[in-house]
């Protein structure tokens, strides 16, 4: 019995030592691929083309041809974000830097067609946040779009729309709105009523023509308690 006892403690040992081992060889195969980096900020520079009101020689498409065109380009990236995810995971910075990290989140946050692999994505960015190795706020973001996107409420607030009538950003589907604001702190985001007054001005200057036309002169802001 007492030899059963010891050969199981010493398998149980060097069981527990290749499985530090492992982790170890996994941490070190994680090396910085400049290839991928620009490939991600050449797609990101599409994807925001696509995710901004057109512009240039994209004011000459008719509606029709834009909407073709901004599903053509978060199909296609969603493809080959897929690709990338299924060979590395989640980018941190370790692979591909901060910019390189960030541009793979963003597109993932476009590819709201695909919700199964927003949320795939969403479970290994969690592990590489905890590592420090990828941005909390953009995960508290990720977070709220996967929730929006499967019909349930968000968490810190990130997913607004807007009141068409006085230009005002308002918060879709919200959770506990009385303590979001801590929520926010904690991944490192500024006050819901900062955020929803910095997406408001955006979107007046974007639209300032209509609102203009409403008698809308400025941004409706809201107050700011200090």
Known sequence: MERLIGLLLLLC????????????????????????????????????????????????MSEQKWNAFKDSVFTTHQKR????????????????GEEGSNNFWVMVQHSDHNLDFQKKVLKKMKIEVDQKNALSSNYGLLVDRVKINSGEKQIYGTQITYNLKTGQAYCKNLADSLHVNKRRASIGLKPLEEYLNSMTEMHFEMNKKYYTQ?????????????
Not at 86 to 92: I, K, N, Q, S, T
């Open 214 to 226: 409403i008698g809308i002169t400025k941004p409706n802001l809201y107050k700011i308690n200090k």
């Open 13 to 60: 040992i060097i069981g527990c030592k290749t499985t530090s081992s492992e982790k170890k060889e996994i941490q070190k195969k994680v090396v910085f691929n400049q290839s991928l980096a620009d490939e991600l900020k050449r797609m990101a520079k599409i994807d925001q083309i696509a995710a901004y009101i057109p512009q240039g020689e994209y004011k000459k």
């Open 81 to 96: 974000l897929k690709e990338i995810f299924d060979m590395h995971g989640f980018v941190g910075y370790d692979l591909a």
